[in-house]
């Protein structure tokens, strides 16, 4: 890869796209327990 293909790979990924990475945890054995709590209720 040339020099201006690698500026150009950096400016698109850091500068034009940027992403926003947002971490959401699923636990199903939470879910399981609290449909069970409620179905309890």
């Keep these: 890869m040339t020099a201006e ?3 150009w790979t950096w ?3 850091e500068v034009l796209y940027p992403k926003k990475l947002v ?3 699923d ?3 939470r879910q399981a327990l609290e449909q069970a709590a409620q ?3």
């Design 27 to 29: 636990s199903l054995y």
């Design 11 to 13: 400016l698109k990924s």
């Design 23 to 25: 971490f959401r945890s």
């Design 5 to 7: 293909q690698t500026a």
């Design 39 to 41: 179905k309890r209720r």
